[in-house]
């Protein structure tokens, strides 16, 4: 007989044990909701490139669309089957598209050749029987992400999306009694518990997909008893509370999957991109067996740094799918023979990190850091990936180059480099360092050193919009000079060659550029007026009128100068440096657009006026290297750049369509012995071989007229003479007096409306103006 005193306490045990139980449930099942059925994460935000474009007429070739498709991670195969795949033939490319959710609508899967001629593509014909093909965008690749501070990562998938091999993988490998248990499989605990404890270690897990979730979703790494005991309950109320299908798809958006960096890896979607580089849908067996193979350790089995490992372990994986019928015995043994086929990315949370920069600085401008990191924006951007990639490479290169050539230390030069689209601003490539791939002081953006010359072409803008005064072949003394400073100090700036030029036609001055000329040059106009004409080119911290700005003692980054030389690539229309073209939300619902603005900065005629003088600075003046390297059809237009000591070396310059902007240095400020011809013109022409701009076609104003003058003297002068030029004036000016030879000929030039060029011009064109 059981005392009744002690019945009474075990009742009252009882009663306490069930109103702690109750009071525990209510608890976990609050958190269990209100965390599932609210915002269960904070979803980052994805950066694509810019999207190829292919139509007729496009200056493309194989090659490069082959180069295009891989970095996608489309497959190359004898014959394309589904989207994501590609196929060669001679002069042709067939392509089966992958479908992607653009800003402006869906761009459906399409099966299309792709023929080549010696131009570019010459046709686009469909394969799947569908409407003909105009114009077709590629999915753009993800070059980054803005993740929360927490570090997690993913790119959320629908179960319906999601290949049902992955899912019989998943089940036949961690819970096999998934359709049937209620969120904790008994059996399989205490199997697991006598395993354990005959290894006298932890060699076999029991907890199943859904206590795998709570684990990772609610609660911490912590091994005790009240932590199995709390996931034990949750992972019951989860399967009361909710269906097989929301618990599977939030498991495979949710399960840890490796480590990039600071990023943590998380669920299959994102994996997929990580270790493939290609969407979960387009996965074969072998892939699919290694990412659920990664589950039970994906720093133990990282495929990366223990390829052995990862292999063996997905191997027995294939073996458990063939065992449990997810895969039939001869894909098994198919699967078993391939490699594990992980592309080479480790380390890279971002592909262009000095790109993605930018992209920051000007999302901060609209969107708080908060909802960058968690509402699952998606950012549409400017860069071109095969262009950035040639420019890192050609940058890079060059780089070792030089130093070889001038015994210079290995890795003692840095440089950074810009390239823009001159019809709408968009930055096409950026690289802030010669380790391009690597996140560290981003040169392009935030190394702001003195310009040197590059400031010359404003000092003669500004005297050119004085027709009255100057015109071209105005004669400026190259001299000795004076310039008196605060404090009775003089400044006595010298050139370069250290050798005076005496009396020079003014567009020596600035082709040549010689330094005593376009300071007395610039003194006669004002320094203030040069300030004003920066200060309308570009969004820059206005300088202060010190004389010495008239020789770029004004401190720039790569990219503030390429705001500067992109008013005169454009015919002296201001439109700022952009890096993002749309912004939608996760479902693609368009937020912000960002687009094209211009407003006219510069007059068109002194602007058509310093463009020509560019392109003569590299016919013959400082940047006469380029000419010889470049195809001289291309009519290129530029200007190199030196700062005192030989510290900071730059060239900027454009052709029809791009402009491209180079600094070469070094980051302690020492002199690199480099001037702007000798260290940032060779990386510049590297970098517009690869660009390949249209040529340079400038359309004179109304008003201005060619007329050959001598080179040497200004003096008028005849087509055919010896030493003779062809330079642009407007109408009523130019030289007084001629020189012996030939008659003063005017050129016929084909004049243009008062219009910026390029893009809207093309735009009014289309229209019928």
């Known amino acids: 007989m059981i005392p009744r005193i002690l019945k009474w306490a075990l009742f009252a045990a009882a009663v306490a044990t069930a109103v702690w139980l109750y009071q525990q449930v209510k608890v976990l099942d609050a958190e269990v909701t209100s965390r599932f059925e609210g915002k269960r994460w904070e979803l980052p935000t994805q950066v694509y490139a810019r999207p190829l474009e292919l139509h007729e007429g496009s200056r493309l070739a194989r090659d490069e669309l082959v180069e295009e498709l891989d970095r996608l991670g489309y497959q190359r195969l004898s014959q394309v089957q589904r989207p994501g795949q590609y196929q060669l033939h001679a002069g042709a490319v067939d392509v089966a598209t992958r479908g992607f ?18 131009w570019g593509i010459t046709e686009l014909s469909a394969l799947d029987g569908g409407e003909p093909v105009v114009l077709l965008r590629l999915d753009p690749s993800t ?6 501070r927490h570090g997690e990562d993913r790119v959320l998938v629908r179960l319906d999306d999601v290949p049902q091999v992955l899912i019989d993988a998943l089940l036949a490998v961690e819970d096999r009694h998934f359709r049937s248990h209620h969120g904790v499989h008994v059996q399989s605990l205490v199997r697991a518990l006598l395993a354990n404890l005959r290894a006298r270690a932890v060699v076999q897990g029991g907890s199943t997909i859904t206590q795998q979730l709570v684990k990772n979703f609610y609660l911490d790494n912590r091994r005790t008893l009240r932590r199995k005991f709390d996931e034990a309950l949750m992972a019951l109320i989860l399967d009361w509370r909710y269906g097989k299908h929301e618990i599977l798809e939030a498991y495979i958006n949710e399960i840890y999957l490796g480590q990039d960096g600071d990023r943590a890896v998380h669920g299959f979607g994102l994996g997929s991109q990580f270790y493939f580089q290609r969407p979960l849908a387009e996965l074969k067996d072998h892939e699919v067996a290694l990412l659920v193979g990664i589950i039970r350790g994906p720093s133990y089995y990282d495929p990366r740094r223990r390829p052995e490992r990862a ?6 994986v294939l073996t458990v799918m063939a065992d449990q019928q997810a895969i039939t015995v001869e894909a098994a043994a198919r699967a078993l ?29 609209h969107y708080r850091a908060e909802d960058l990191r968690s509402e699952g924006l998606r950012i549409f951007t400017t860069v071109d990936p095969a262009l950035q990639s040639r420019v890192e490479r050609k940058l890079a290169g060059r780089l070792a180059d030089i130093e070889g050539q001038r015994n210079l230390p290995a890795g003692s030069l840095e440089a950074a480099a810009v390239v823009t689209d001159t019809d709408t601003g968009e930055v096409l490539a950026l690289v802030g360092g010669r380790q391009a791939r690597f996140a560290g002081f981003n040169r392009a953006l935030d190394a702001r050193r003195p310009v040197g010359s590059l400031i010359k072409p404003f000092v003669y803008l500004v005297a050119l919009q004085e027709p009255r005064r100057f015109d071209v072949v105005s004669i400026v003394e190259d001299t000795p000079i004076s310039v008196p400073l605060p404090g009775g100090r003089v400044w006595e700036p010298r050139n370069f060659d250290r050798t005076w030029h005496g009396p020079v036609p003014l567009y020596l001055g600035l082709t040549e550029s010689y330094n005593a000329a376009t300071v007395r040059l610039g003194m006669d106009v004002g320094v203030e007026t040069v300030v004003d004409a920066l200060a309308r080119s570009a969004t820059i911290p206005r300088p202060p009128p010190h004389p010495s700005l008239l020789l770029g003692a004004v401190e720039m980054s790569p990219v503030e100068v390429a705001d500067l030389y992109q008013t005169l690539a454009s015919g002296g ?41 560019l392109q003569e600075a590299i016919r013959s003046g400082t940047g006469r290297r380029a000419r010889q390297l470049l195809p001289e059809s291309w009519n290129l237009a530029g200007k190199t750049g030196t700062s005192d000591g030989l510290r900071d070396s730059w060239f900027a310059g454009f052709g029809g369509d791009r402009l491209a902007v180079v600094w070469v240095g070094r980051d302690d400020n020492a002199p690199s012995g480099l001037t702007g011809a000798t260290g940032a013109l060779p990386v510049w022409i590297d970098i517009m071989a690869e660009v390949r701009p249209r040529p340079l076609e400038l359309r004179p104003p109304q008003g201005v007229q060619e007329l050959w003058v001598e080179a040497a003297t200004g003096l008028g002068s005849g087509q055919g003479c010896p030493d003779a030029v062809s330079l642009p004036f407007l109408r009523g000016t130019g030289p007084v007096r001629h020189g ?28 019928g103006g």
């Open 101 to 118: 959710r653009f800003w402006d609508g869906s761009e459906p899967s399409r099966h299309i050749r792709v023929r080549f001629g010696a």
């Open 143 to 148: 070059i980054g992400s803005i993740y929360a």
């Open 311 to 316: 292999r063996e372990r997905r191997d027995r």
């Open 337 to 365: 023979d391939a490699p594990l086929g992980v592309v080479d990315r480790a380390g890279q949370t971002t592909r262009y990190p000095a790109f993605m920069g930018l992209v920051q600085r000007q999302l901060q401008e």
């Open 573 to 613: 229309y201001r439109s700022l440096p952009r890096a993002i073209r749309e912004v939608t939300t996760a479902d693609g619902a368009p937020l912000s657009r960002y687009p094209l603005t211009v407003a006219r900065a510069i007059d068109p005629e002194p602007a058509y006026l310093v463009n020509r003088l």
């Open 740 to 767: 012996d030879c030939g008659e003063p000929t005017v050129m016929a030039t084909v004049p243009a409306e008062d219009e910026p060029p390029g893009l809207l011009r093309r735009i009014r064109d289309w229209f």
